[in-house]
């Protein structure tokens, strides 16, 4: 079931004493959602929402910068050898 055609899925489900509602199998399919997915529960005017949890929180580039280690340091000199190679092989082709 694709997850455009679920839009107009109607089922009813029930909330159990302690409090736990059941996501209707082909909506867990569709959605890929396994055992332990973790959802904000947000209240809306319309009713409640159930967004499922970002796997990562929200990073700034600087937080992130430098986490990856660097196989191979260039120097300049070997940087601008990489490009002048370049720029002759793209001018080469072209011509």
Do not use: Y
């Amino acid at each position: 079931m694709e997850i455009a055609n679920l839009s107009k899925v109607s089922t009813v489900t029930r909330l159990s004493s302690k409090g736990q509602v059941i996501i209707p199998k082909a909506i867990r399919t569709a959605h890929q959602w396994e055992s332990g997915a973790e959802f904000n529960v947000i209240d809306t005017p319309e009713g409640v929402l159930l967004q499922p949890k970002a796997l990562f929180a929200p990073s700034s580039l600087d937080e992130v910068a430098g986490c990856l280690p660097m196989v191979a340091k260039k120097t300049q000199h070997e940087i601008d050898i990489a490009i002048a190679q370049k720029l002759k092989r793209v001018w080469h082709d072209s011509n």
